[in-house]
């Protein structure tokens, strides 16, 4: 009920600020699992997309959206979004074990599986995650494109403002392996990174985003 309080607020401020072009909504289905699997630009990625899409959407999203940005964790608590702490392997299980419940009662979760924002507007390499989820549970994962959210609340800033957006939704994908196996995870994962690359047009860095900002000293 919160969420939906939620959603019905801030819907409109959303469309107001960001003009959103959506294509293929069309692909979410309007009943039972599926994962959005998105690339990731702005920490309101996670809020944008539930707020625009008709269906109610768990994003995960890292402990610091919650705590280190006013606004953003406004948002990510009411917006029911899963934390995780990207430091503990545990926690990190625990939150994919949650997914996969929610999933498994027939209900949308959202991801991004390079992990934290591009650092740069390219998109990195994907963590296995989303391969363990989709291979676990059989949900069809939709792959997501968005564009121009990084205008929105820029690097640094603790007030979003106005800048349009786009959001571009793929074709359901269905994949067969085991998720236990860690040539499936890559293989399916890769697959997933590639139908996101396609539908953003992004330059691909075969690196993961947080060891490059690692290793260029960058949060």
Request: proline residues 8%.
């Amino acid at each position: 009920m919160l969420y939906e309080v939620v959603k019905f607020a801030a819907a409109p401020l959303a469309h107001a600020m960001c003009k959103p072009h959506i294509s293929g909504a069309a692909h979410v289905p309007r009943s039972g699992p599926a994962i959005l699997a998105a690339n990731h630009l702005s920490v309101l990625d996670s809020f944008l997309l539930p707020a625009l899409l008709p269906r109610h959407v768990t994003f995960t999203a890292k402990n610091e959206y919650f705590d280190g940005n006013p606004v953003s964790g406004f948002f990510m608590r009411l917006g029911g979004s899963l934390p995780i702490d990207r430091e503990s392997a545990h926690a990190a299980q625990a939150m994919l074990d949650d997914a996969a419940a929610l999933l498994e009662r027939g209900e949308l979760f959202g991801i991004h599986p390079e992990g934290t924002r591009s650092p740069d507007g390219r998109l990195y390499r994907g963590k296995v995650g989303v391969a363990w989820l989709a291979l676990k549970t059989g949900a069809p994962v939709l792959p997501v494109a968005l564009r121009g959210t990084e205008k929105v609340l820029p690097f640094g800033s603790k007030v979003p403002r106005p800048a349009p957006i786009g959001i571009t939704i793929g074709a359901p994908m269905r994949f067969e392996g085991e998720h236990t196996n860690a040539r499936d995870r890559r293989r399916v994962t890769d697959e997933i990174m590639a139908a996101i690359q396609r539908l953003s047009g992004q330059e691909y860095v075969p690196t993961y985003a947080a060891s490059y900002k690692a290793s260029n000293g960058m949060s």
